[in-house]
């Protein structure tokens, strides 16, 4: 699992791909916390990712709270109908604004 860092208009942007679990948790907090470093405004894209567990939930969901502090915001873009549900289970796509795309998520912020 490897994670990109990146900028889009004038927006912090992580891709994540693949399968996020307890096991690289700790690298997507670091990837996470680095963009945030950067600027208070950030897009996640999990658009590759095909699963998630609860603990990435708790990374997302630190991130939104830092950024939100910052003054910031964050995005979420998410593709595959089987890690939306997990934000729709735990009620959490109330919280985060799911997208489709990182450019719609972007423009969201």
Same mark, same amino acid.
């Given at each position: 699992m490897a994670? =990109?860092?990146? =900028?889009i208009g004038g927006h912090g942007v992580v891709h994540a791909e693949g399968e996020l679990d307890v096991g690289n948790a700790p690298q997507l907090r670091e990837a996470v916390n680095a963009a945030l %470093?950067?600027?208070? *405004?950030l897009v996640v894209d999990l658009s590759n990712?095909?699963?998630? %567990?609860?603990? *990435?939930?708790?990374v997302l969901i630190g991130a939104f709270n830092r950024s939100r502090e910052a003054g910031g915001g964050l995005a979420v873009v998410c593709t %595959?109908?089987?890690?939306?549900?997990?934000?729709?289970? *735990?009620?959490?796509?109330?919280?985060?604004?799911?997208?489709? *795309?990182?450019e719609s998520a972007v423009a969201a912020l």
């Open positions: 994670f =990109t860092i990146g =900028t %470093d950067a600027q208070p *405004t990712v095909s699963f998630m %567990d609860s603990v *990435t939930l708790g %595959d109908e089987r890690v939306r549900r997990i934000f729709r289970i *735990t009620g959490l796509d109330m919280v985060f604004a799911l997208h489709g *795309t990182v």
